[in-house]
């Protein structure tokens, strides 16, 4: 009996640090349906750590489309994210861009409806997100010069199989096998 409540404590544990590890994991987060108004589409996405707000992985390409009646410009691939605290506006920049001075820079802007989550889900992409040629170095205050006619970011978070769950499958196996031979 003695014996039997060992291991069904040592399972315990690795069940508590189990769970503990997957509590909050990234989310990979694409863009769906993201198209500007006078053509044009953003495709791919990032990876948002929520617990630290880091962001990883970016990778998001915008089409030449018009703006404003001109073509020039527009279309980037994004590669970095300004984004800080946690905000509704996520801010990125072209490949090329520093972060010293923006003038002549693409940055694309993604307002969203709400905070991005550490579980996923659908976002709508607000009415005044969009891309913007910058016209000084700070690139404030941010009016895009071509805005989404809609779209959303998907967050999808992937749960790897720990090793601490593959140890607690093994302990629960080892105590079943324990308590059918007692029987």
Known sequence: MRHSLRTLLAALGLFLAAISSAQALPVTWTLEDAEFRFGG???GGFVHDFLSN???????????GAAAGSTD????????SLSGAPSTQLTFLEE???????????????LLDELLTPF??????????GEVICDDQDCIPPNPNRV?????LVGVQVIPLPASAMLLLSALGGLGLLVRRRA
């Open 41 to 43: 589409t953003a495709t």
């Open 73 to 80: 410009g527009f279309g980037a691939t994004y590669s970095f």
């Open 54 to 64: 880091t962001f990883s992985v970016v990778n998001i390409v915008t089409t030449p």
């Open 148 to 152: 989404f006619a809609g779209g959303s």
């Open 96 to 110: 090329s861009a520093t972060s010293t001075d923006l003038t002549g820079d693409n940055v694309l802007f993604l």
């Open 120 to 129: 996923g889900g659908t976002i709508d992409l607000a009415a005044s997100s």
